[in-house]
């Protein structure tokens, strides 16, 4: 596992994009993968930031202008990266995680809570998924665009990649081509098979379902709601 970061360390990433009036995406380099972090307003004006990464100053400033970060979502022990970081720039936030996820969390910064400690509202909510010891959730946002749904490892959206690592993503991890959950996270996540298949299913169900962004790679735009439960029938 990746040693949190412990000063402001900004790696590549790409410019802010402004998926909806509610969320915006940001993805960066970390070695051959990407990652991906999400940023959320609440109706009152609050971001919600999930699966932190640090930023150059002018991106950060953007979020600023944004709105105020009062949370930081940790979506679970191994994207811990730079969540001590951001609790050092906003030291009012709270830092929630899936309460399977407390202790490695704990490790690198204070959590606050859990996810059913997250205060939602009409637009925002936040769930664990079943089926993964409380180890993985989901961020759910509604707006004028329709949907939004936020995972993280529980789905994988990642082509596949040249080279030996591309190799070993493709036919080691399972984590490349596609949509799919991954290899690694059957064998160490999912603990419950049928329960976090029927989670996906109740997840592709939900009303106007128009994009699925992920934690790493690519977000799904177009046919959302059949991909989501493809992938749930291939489990």
């Known amino acids: 596992m990746a040693k949190a970061n412990t000063e402001w360390k900004i790696l590549p990433h790409r410019e802010i994009e402004k998926l909806s009036e509610r969320v915006w995406r940001v993805e960066g380099d970390l070695g051959p993968l990407k990652r991906v972090m999400t940023i959320v307003k609440k109706d009152s004006g609050d971001l919600v930031v999930h699966n932190a990464i640090a930023l150059d100053e002018g991106a950060m400033k953007q979020i600023d202008a944004w709105g105020p970060v009062k949370t930081i979502i940790v979506p679970n022990g191994f994207h811990r990266l730079d969540a001590p970081v951001f609790k050092q720039r906003y030291p009012s936030a709270q830092i929630l ?93 999912m603990k419950d098979k049928a329960a976090f298949r029927a989670h996906l299913e109740r997840l592709a169900a939900l009303p ?21 439960r493809a992938v749930a029938s291939a489990l």
């Open 208 to 228: 106007n379902l128009v994009r699925i962004v992920v934690s790493h790679h690519e977000t799904v735009d177009t046919d959302a709601a059949a991909t989501l």
């Open 97 to 189: 995680c899936p309460r399977g996820a407390t202790k490695k969390v704990a490790d690198v910064v204070t959590v606050d809570g859990a996810y059913e400690d997250f205060a939602g509202d009409a637009h925002v909510t936040v769930t664990t998924l079943d089926g993964t010891n409380e180890s993985e959730g989901a961020v759910i946002v509604t707006d004028e665009a329709g949907t939004t749904l936020i995972l993280n490892d529980a789905v994988f959206n990642m082509p596949h990649l040249p080279g030996f690592t591309g190799f070993m993503l493709k036919s080691v991890t399972g984590s490349s081509g596609g949509p799919k959950v991954s290899r690694i996270f059957r064998t160490f996540m």
